[in-house]
């Protein structure tokens, strides 16, 4: 494990805690801007904030202990950072009262389905419990804002 490998890693994380903050802010301005939804979009963003507290106490283990980690392939953070800057505009734009509610839901049913939280198997692992429970628990998270948002969505259709 190199140096560099490292701090690709963790710099790749903290993109990856930016962008779980972002999608918080995204799902608040939700909630104000689609009230019949209020406690839905409160509720996932309460989830992703968590997530960017998690996020950061996987980097500091990495960081404190990089001996107990195998590094996988390399992740490049530009794809993070691209998804940052359109969550960023969604923000603007649902403030702005430019988003009807459906396609509030698509935008954020496909930002879930991104799958960037999967990532972290391919990027490292380790034997440590702690770190493979965290990660699970962000994978879990996940996969039910997907499921919320699939069902949002087709309920909307309906």
Known sequence: MTLQKLQNVLDVMDDMAKLELALAEMYQ???EQFPDDKNFWLAIGRQEKLHAKFIRQ??????????????GRSFNS????TILTSVIGYI??????????????FIARDIENSVLEAKYREIVSTDNIEFRKIIDRIGADTLAHKNLFAAKVARSKA
Do not use: M
């Open 78 to 81: 530009t794809a993070v950072k």
């Open 29 to 31: 301005a939700c909630s």
């Open 92 to 105: 603007d734009q649902v403030r702005k009262g430019q988003f009807e509610r459906q396609r509030a839901l």
């Open 58 to 71: 996987l980097a500091e283990q990495i960081a404190s202990h990089p001996e107990e980690f195998r590094f």
